[in-house]
């Protein structure tokens, strides 16, 4: 065996085959694989092969639908067939939810150009005769579902990589990882060492332990899952063509032709974990014992559609172990404070993934970032809050309701709650409705005596609605006060702050006492993070960031400090909590409580103030408001953050001080046009693409992405963040991300978020749309529940479009 490679692959299942392919595709030929026994002697080799596009986030779809459309290449390319049929699937709809859960996938497929739609209930039955249509509502067809032999992908990756010059060792198990003091990595086998730049833990059912190897924990847990095939069925023996893949939201199950006779996969009722405290090492091309009775409530389902599933003679029984994270996508990328360290880890629909996770850790590691944002699928996305009783909770939860509807701005309870404010039980007695934030609780809505203290959820306006209402109301006319602790707290200092943070973001560095908003590109000019920057000194920043991406932006930042110790960047966002108050009268407020000058002149909008507030001898006060009210942001220490809601909660009583949650938040930013990260703003598009190119200032010096940056600027973007504006046409429902957006019937963009705009009185959404469709005013339609209601396109803020208020 070699002892030097550039990549040494863990784990020679789809995805490290896939990975190693995609490696070598792209020109890293000097790449090993390293497989413990036979390739795919995790999950892989017992998989149901079943195949589809159609999901979310939209980016998930993107690369679900590269996969797929890698088989026929990857067929010719290794000269190994993939046994990939396309013989497309149906989605069943049985109730109205469903029916509207249809027409969701259908307008959300648009935006990537994955193709699906209605069919016709006596089309369905032709092209499925097994299928029994008394109840079916509605009937989406997907042509992109199929299914594969998941052997023959995984050995046709390895082939094909293998040709183009890439290694793969089987019964080569890896024994020990090592990180040496230059950074490259040691990797022990009984057939020797080898060195390498960047290791890949692409080990499945053991990614735990290969984990362990580097001294790290990753949140994964196996589970049991079943699928049965049958024997021959008459009608499909009797069928000349191939029976489409059937499934139906809430169905719990999947179904596909196998032979002559039926696969059919369920998601139990009752999960069952398997090996919570670590895979057996010597676990390989092995079952686990099955029980049909455990696919009991699925197979009732199944049967509903297809009767003949009843009568036909079981084949064979699988119950195989497959390993999930909490929200059961993968964990992929650069494990945080390791070097060259990728996890592709978690995978759990490898047949539908593979191809796009091998794409994009290959561009990952060769190109430095990927070609799309994965933050759903980064290994970042959790912290050490998602322990074990987590991640079992959630694992338990999202596999028992794999197949259910998810309704806009759903929450889940399980495993929660982990983290709480201090002022959390102070806010429950307030009325506060949760939601969950990087392992916090944090309010999203406050029930009035009126209302339940939680959300009923529906594709229509919620539960929350009015009372969201209200707290808008406060906003534009009282004073609201919001828990804001859920923002990531950054603290950069040293003698190299300025020129690094200089280097590190777009915008000029604010003078001390002053704030500014500023974009952090990628080297190829994707947006990276958007931040608001104080400067509470020369050399001492204050920075604050989206909370569910501060271990994305930890990495990121870590990984470009300069080695000499002149600059150091803490994450306080634990530590440190938040409370904004936000209205016109929040400057009396803040006056009441706080030690310093507040006046409108000595505080002036996007400036920062160190000063007592309340009990705590210094807060960081920054004068800003997502709302688009005059509004300051009050950070302290955790500690702290009773004493001041307290003081706040007592001294506003009399000015109207009203609890808000981030619904209303929601609401406002959306009025005001402020696009948020991870919904409106990712790495999938430059800062002048969506709004942000007046932060971008290329005259100021060299930083990160400016060249790409300014090119970007000179070739104008290839779509642009505008406002919305939607007719009411008598329905109560509003936009929440996804929806296809058309102008003179042709797709011209779609939405990012959405929400009632309380203050103006409209239903409003942020989105993007294509340069040629962009015009101020010009008239549009917005796909809301599957219905195009006419909108209006707003360059502009549509509330307080001078900025005002913020100003006062
Ligand atoms: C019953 C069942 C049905 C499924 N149906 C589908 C489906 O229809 N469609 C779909 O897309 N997905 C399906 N899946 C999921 C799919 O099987 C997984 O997503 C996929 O196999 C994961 O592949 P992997 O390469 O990540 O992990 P694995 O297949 O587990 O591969 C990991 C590999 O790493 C090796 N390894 C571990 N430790 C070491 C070490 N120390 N040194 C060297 N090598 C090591 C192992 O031997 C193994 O070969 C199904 C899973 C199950 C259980």
Not at 26 to 54: C, I, K, N, P, Y
Request: aromatic letters at 10%; charged letters at 25%; hydrophobic letters at 40%.
């Amino acid at each position: 065996m070699e002892s030097h490679a550039r990549v040494v692959v863990i784990g020679g299942g789809v995805t490290g085959c896939a990975i190693l392919y995609h490696l070598a595709k792209m020109g890293w030929r000097d790449v090993v694989l390293l497989e413990r026994q036979e390739l795919t002697s995790g999950s892989s080799w017992h998989a149901a092969g079943s195949l589809f596009a159609l999901t979310s986030p939209s980016n998930a779809a993107i690369l679900q639908k590269y996969t797929i459309g890698l088989y026929p290449e990857l067929e010719a390319e290794s000269g190994q067939s993939c046994g990939y049929h396309p013989v497309g699937g149906i989605h069943l709809a049985r109730t109205e939810d469903q029916v509207m859960a249809l027409r969701l996938l259908h307008s959300r497929g648009k935006r990537n150009g994955i193709e699906s739609e209605f069919i016709s209930i006596a089309e369905a039955q032709r092209i499925a005769p097994i299928l029994k249509t008394d109840g079916i509502k509605a009937v989406l067809h997907e042509p992109l579902k199929g299914y594969c032999d998941p052997a023959s992908v995984t050995q046709a990756y390895a082939k094909a990589a293998r040709d183009l010059g890439a290694k793969v060792h089987r019964f080569t198990p890896v024994t020990a990882t090592r990180q040496l003091p230059g950074g490259e990595w040691e990797v022990e086998t009984p057939a020797g060492n080898i060195r390498c730049e960047y290791l890949v833990n692409a080990a499945g059912l053991w990614a735990r332990e290969v984990a362990a190897l580097a001294g790290i924990d990753l949140p994964l847990m196996p589970v049991e899952h079943h699928y049965m095939v049958t024997e021959a069925i008459p009608e499909i023996a009797a069928f000349e063509g191939e029976i489409p893949n059937i499934s139906e939201p809430s169905g719990g199950y999947y179904c596909r032709q196998e032979g002559k006779g039926l696969l059919l996969g369920a998601y139990e009722a009752h999960c069952v974990h398997w090996s919570e405290d670590g895979t057996p090492k010597d676990f390989g091309h092995e079952l686990l014992p099955n029980d049909i009775s455990r696919m009991e409530e699925n197979l009732g389902r199944a049967v509903q559609s297809m009767p003949c599933l009843e009568s036909a003679g079981i084949k064979r029984i699988i119950n195989g172990p497959m390993i999930f994270s909490p929200d059961l996508g993968p964990l992929l990328g650069p494990y945080p404070g390791l070097k060259n360290y990728f996890c592709a880890c978690g995978v759990m629909s490898g047949f539908n993934q593979g191809g796009g996770i091998g794409r994009t850790l290959a561009e990952w590691m060769i190109e430095g970032e990927p070609s799309l944002d994965i933050f759903f699928w980064d290994v970042a996305r959790f912290g050490d809050w998602a322990g074990k009783r987590f991640t079992k909770a959630r694992t338990k939860y999202f596999y028992e309701h794999r197949t259910d509807i998810i309704y806009p701005f759903q929450e889940f309870a399980a495993g929660r709650p982990i983290r709480t404010y201090p002022i959390h039980d102070r806010v429950t007695k307030a009325g506060a409705v949760f939601g969950f934030n990087y392992g916090f609780e944090f309010p999203l809505w406050y029930a009035r005596r009126q209302d339940s203290q939680e959300d009923r959820y529906g594709f229509n306006r919620g539960n929350w609605f009015e009372a969201v209402g209200e707290e808008c109301r406060a906003l534009a006319e009282q004073v609201g006060l919001l828990e804001i602790s859920t923002f990531a707290k950054y603290e950069v200092s040293g003698p190299g702050a300025a020129t690094w943070l200089d280097r590190l973001l777009a915008n000029r560095l604010p003078k001390p006492g002053k704030t500014v908003l500023a974009p952090m590109l990628s080297p190829k000019g994707r947006l990276l993070g958007d931040f608001t920057v104080s400067r509470l000194a020369e050399d001492r920043f204050m920075i604050l960031g989206s909370g569910p991406a501060q271990r994305f932006h930890m990495r990121y930042f870590e990984s470009r400090l300069p080695g000499d110790g002149s600059v150091k960047v803490e994450n306080l966002s634990a530590r440190w909590c938040g409370l904004h108050i936000a209205g016109p009268k929040a400057r009396s407020l803040l006056q009441a409580v706080a030690e310093g000058e507040t006046g409108a002149n000595a505080f002036p909008f996007l400036s920062v103030r160190e000063m007592a507030v309340g009990p705590c001898p210094k807060a960081v006060v920054v004068r800003i408001s997502f709302t688009g009210e005059l509004g300051y942001e009050i950070y302290m220490p955790a500690e702290y953050q009773r004493s001041i809601y307290d003081e706040l909660w007592s001294t506003g009583a009399d000015l109207g001080l009203r609890h808000v949650g981030s619904r209303a938040l929601l609401a406002c930013r959306i009025e005001k046009g402020f696009a948020s990260w991870g919904a409106d703003l990712t790495s999938d598009y430059s800062p002048f693409e969506s709004n942000l190119g007046r932060f971008v200032r290329l005259d100021k010096g060299d930083f990160i992405g400016r060249e790409a940056a300014a090119a970007d600027a000179k070739a104008g973007p290839r779509e642009r963040l505008a406002s919305f504006a939607i007719e009411p046409n008598g329905a109560d429902a509003d936009c929440f991300g996804g929806e296809a957006v058309y102008r003179d019937g042709k797709l011209a963009g779609y939405v990012t978020s959405g929400s009632y705009g309380h203050r103006t009185g409209q239903s409003l959404a942020l989105g993007y749309v294509k340069p040629p469709f962009f015009e101020d005013g010009a008239a549009l339609e917005v796909e809301v529940l599957g219905e195009r209601r006419p909108a209006r396109l707003s360059a502009r803020s549509l509330y307080d479009p001078e900025g005002e208020k913020l100003r006062q």
